[in-house]
């Protein structure tokens, strides 16, 4: 009970806007101050500094770097043109093409937010100009931008991995098909949504081979690299954390060598863009120690076991439920604030459950990351709104029909276990 609190202290901090990880420390350190708590206050600080003290987590500022490295190595525009030739030709052909290069980004940059606000500053005037609505636009923007929840290099995924002690690199291989069966939904979705309101293609036909061989050479050095941290992970060339390492070599490489678009001054930009963006969840990270330490010393994760797996009767039931509470969470809080919270908490209770953790990684990830693009407190949705000047009631009604195909997809996961598993089964065993 004191936990929940505590947790429920955090929220209320955070509600009145104070910024997210001081409203965590200030909660999780208030523990200690308590008259019936016997624990010295110093172990909060060796909790704060712990945090940190881990290999795997080595993996989250790597990529975050090689994202803006990636942004800034010419990658982008190539994948643009890639994604308006594969996609341009059917009805809504700028919005389609931001599907599939949200799909291609996803590789890129492991950022839902930066992936939306990317594809704002790129396509979403030429959208408005071409007869799009705002809202229709920012809101296939913004949700565009879920599928690098699941396919590597996600930061999500790795914080998840790292907070749970799941296997990063049975993650990565996992979200694979979820991230493609995301693009599908959205693909066909927002079809039919621009054969009603007459949204026109970009492309009169179908691109010829050539074309298309043209584009992907060009490309070739994007597409390639999440298949070089599959293939690296899969036969242990080295860990999650050594491909960060390897990925912000392979950017640099591509930018300075190869594209030759990238010099000293954008290398500093992306540094300081970076060092901003591993400062913020650093903090977050850290302060979370202290929730996690009272978790796990108030034996939450065990009590909530005991009172779950005596009242849900089957994995099904459990995971509907957990999805209905992780999508609410998500919507109030920041996606990242949301994985460091649960993640100690809900992992023991599936796991007691029989649930395979991999299969709720990929679960847990969409679903907090999609709550970030709905109202009150989408982070995705205010950047892409902010960008596009859109109303937000324009833009939640036309979420909707978004919505609805992202809660399919979601629907599959959780009846149907081996669309997340048969990979990572397949290659990792």
């Known amino acids: 009970m004191t936990a929940v609190l505590l947790l429920s202290f955090g929220l209320l901090l955070m509600a009145i806007g104070m910024p997210v990880a001081f409203a965590i420390g200030i909660a999780g350190f208030s523990y200690f101050l308590l008259p019936d708590t016997f624990l010295p206050t110093s172990i909060a600080v060796q909790r704060i500094v712990s945090s940190t003290q881990s290999f795997p987590l080595l993996a989250v500022p790597l990529f975050i770097f090689i994202g803006h490295l990636m942004n800034a190595s010419g990658i982008t525009p190539r994948l643009v043109h890639l994604s308006t030739l594969l996609a341009g030709w059917m009805s809504g052909g700028l919005a389609q093409a931001s599907i599939v290069l949200s799909t291609l980004m996803g590789g890129v940059s492991g950022s839902a937010v930066a992936d939306a606000a990317m594809q704002s500053r790129v396509l979403g ?31 999500g995924l790795i914080l998840y991995g790292y907070l749970g002690e799941v296997s990063i690199g049975r993650l990565f291989i996992a979200g694979l098909v979820p991230g493609f069966l995301l693009m599908v939904a959205l693909m066909v979705t927002t079809y039919i949504m621009s054969k009603r309101r007459g949204y026109l293609p970009v492309r009169e036909n179908l691109p010829t081979g050539r074309e298309v061989l043209k584009a992907l050479r060009s490309s070739i050095w994007a597409i390639l690299f999440p298949v070089w941290l599959l293939v690296g992970i899969r036969y242990g060339l080295f860990t999650p954390s050594e491909a960060g390492a390897f990925a912000v070599a392979y950017a640099l490489l591509i930018g300075c060598v190869i594209h030759r678009e990238m010099g000293f001054k954008e290398i500093l930009n992306a540094m300081r863009a970076s060092v901003r963006d591993i400062g913020m969840i650093m903090l977050i990270i850290m302060f979370s120690g202290i929730i996690g330490y009272v978790v796990s010393f108030e034996r939450v994760p065990q009590t909530i076991a005991e009172l779950t797996l005596g ?42 459950a029989g649930v395979d953790p991999v299969h709720f990684g990929l679960l847990m990830m969409t679903l907090v990351t999609f709550g970030g693009m709905t109202p009150p407190v989408g982070i995705s949705m205010y950047t892409v709104c902010g960008i596009l000047r859109c109303s937000f009631y324009d833009y939640s009604r036309e979420l909707l029909p978004f919505a609805l195909a992202v809660f399919a997809v979601v629907l ?18």
């Open 125 to 155: 005037k030429s959208m408005i100009k071409g007869g799009y609505s705002p809202g229709f636009t920012g809101a296939v923007l913004s949700v565009g931008g879920l599928i690098t929840a699941t396919i590597p290099p996600s930061i």
């Open 412 to 429: 599959g996961i959780i009846f149907f276990p081996s669309v997340v598993l048969f990979l990572p089964n397949l290659l990792l065993g």
């Open 311 to 352: 009242v849900f009767s089957s994995q099904i039931t459990l995971l509907l439920t957990l999805a209905v509470l992780l999508i609410f969470l998500g919507m109030l809080l920041e996606a990242t604030v949301v994985v460091m919270l649960l993640t100690p908490i809900l992992v023991p209770v599936i796991k007691a």
